[in-house]
């Protein structure tokens, strides 16, 4: 039987990122994506905007999922608004199938008080999710530490398990230095690290999205914690190594058949 999974999250309309990349993830391994969508992104005169979309349409689109079908499984990314994080939690309260919670802050350098404000709401949804799937600036928000280098890194994991979360994973992508990008996983006994030689490609825009959605997709398929980080490390690896290129040089995550085939099976 076919497995379900929803994303609750943004639409990225160059989709390299929110929604779309959620969707071609769990479409690659064979499951069934359902979308509720919190806000839409454009790129505007150069410059990115988030428009968000009512909250009480975010509960309509809830609301017919949960009237109409059965969730596996679901992954959380962008929700941009106090008011839809209050929805979202009351929807989690009902489910023990596995959430990934991909904790997306999207602020301007400005939105000092609405971002803290976000950040404490965030938080209340921690405990609901299996596991937290920050990069490092996101780290750094919840943490409220610097991240520079991997002993960092483990510090902040820890001050965001002592925040609510089961498990993290701290995607530490091409910020730090050396020659690997490497994230963190830490469950509040122990820490392991994923690494991969850096690619010198511009093809990363949803790396992050992608990796939340492929852990959600893995833990649906029945995979364990650390298998399902080990292979969504993977997957996103071939998706920047394969990924499409817009025309300003920058690229997103992409596959294609012959790389869904090759990571599948």
Known sequence: MTKTVLTIAGSDTLAGGGLQ?????????????????????????????????????????????????????????????LESLEIVKKFLQRFDSPIVLDPVMAFKETDRVYSDTYREKLIELFPFATIITPNLKEAEILSQQKITNLDEMEQAAQKISALGARSVVIKGGERLSGDLASDLFYDGAHFEFFSKP???????????????????????????????????????????KNGFTLKNGEGNVWFGDSVKTEVLT
């Open 21 to 81: 990349s959620d969707l071609k993830t769990f479409e690659n391994h064979h499951l069934f994506g359902l979308t509720a969508i919190t806000c839409i992104a454009v790129v505007n005169n150069g410059q990115f905007e988030i428009n968000d979309l009512p909250p009480k349409l975010l509960q309509e689109q809830l609301k017919t999922i949960d009237d109409n079908l059965s969730l596996d499984g679901i992954k959380i990314g962008l929700i941009h608004q």
């Open 198 to 240: 850096k690619l010198a490609k511009t093809t990363i825009n949803g790396a992050g999205c992608t990796f939340a959605s492929a852990i959600t997709s893995n833990l649906v398929l029945g995979n364990d914690l650390i298998s399902a980080i080990k292979d969504s490390k993977e997957y996103v690896y071939q998706g920047i």
